[in-house]
């Protein structure tokens, strides 16, 4: 249980003006407890990518309502009201970005690639001050990738060495954010036994993994006191 660490191992990697990057769609799959962290240790000018803010109270969205990003890759806000109030109003920064560019943009960084060609938005304020590139005669937008600092996934069940397995829809983007950031931290819904997951039914490998967030709910179910969290900022 190397990876295990509490909120006081980690919280000396979380830093103002990080980038970050929070799984879940529509809050489903957002890691709760690791929010509540960030809003604890007081962590602001946060840089900010996720697919949404999701709504009042749930997930992201509570960063946004605390003022704590400054800027925003997502590609949707509209479920969350103060999302768009703080973007009117010009105290927070935000790129919209179409849903599949912005998973390919995330799956590039992970994959080592500088970033993804694609038509979407074409003609459209998206590709305003981006390349356009011709190939073989068809014209594409260059959207580069997008790497985090630290991302915060959530897990459905996650095994003592760190692979982790995602039920039903809790999928969607905590896999490729696993991939591109510098530090990944797993919150787990449930923590099981090495062999309790098929290996067929790990969706990220526990090589992605730093640390396994272990708060009140499952810090007695290990020895987590000689543990030491190194800082990999």
């Known amino acids: 249980m190397k990876k295990a660490a509490t909120a006081q191992q980690i919280e000396h990697l979380l830093h103002d003006g990080m980038t970050i990057m929070i799984g879940g769609?529509?809050?489903t799959g957002a890691p709760e407890r690791l929010i509540d962290l960030l809003i604890q240790k007081d962590i602001k000018d946060i840089t900010l990518i996720t697919t949404d803010t999701g709504s009042p109270g749930r997930g992201s969205s509570r960063l946004i309502a605390d003022k704590r990003v400054k800027k925003l890759y997502a590609s949707h806000i509209?479920?969350?009201?103060?999302?768009?109030?703080?973007m009117n109003e010009g105290t927070l920064e935000v790129e919209l970005v179409p849903q599949g560019t912005l998973a390919e943009r995330i799956r590039s960084a992970g994959a080592g690639l500088g970033g993804v060609l694609t038509?979407?938005?074409?003609?459209t304020i998206v590709a305003e001050n981006k390349r356009v590139i011709d190939v073989d005669g068809q014209t594409f937008l260059l959207e580069t990738a997008l790497k985090a600092d630290?991302?915060?996934?959530?897990?459905?069940?996650v095994d003592r060495r760190g692979n982790?397995?995602?039920?039903?829809?809790?999928?969607?983007?905590?896999p490729l954010m696993a991939t591109a950031a510098e530090t990944v931290?797993?919150?787990?819904?449930q923590l099981v036994e090495l062999?309790?997951?098929?290996?067929e039914a790990v969706h990220t490998p526990s090589i992605f993994v730093d640390h396994i967030f272990v708060d009140h709910i499952f810090v007695d179910q290990i020895n987590v006191d000689h543990i030491q969290v190194e800082d990999t900022q």
């Open 195 to 199: 062999g309790d997951i098929a290996p």
């Open 164 to 174: 982790v397995f995602y039920s039903k829809t809790t999928q969607n983007f905590n």
């Open 119 to 123: 038509p979407t938005g074409l003609g």
């Open 78 to 86: 509209g479920t969350n009201p103060e999302t768009g109030k703080q």
């Open 25 to 27: 769609f529509m809050a």
């Open 185 to 189: 931290i797993v919150e787990p819904e």
């Open 150 to 157: 630290l991302a915060l996934i959530r897990g459905s069940k």
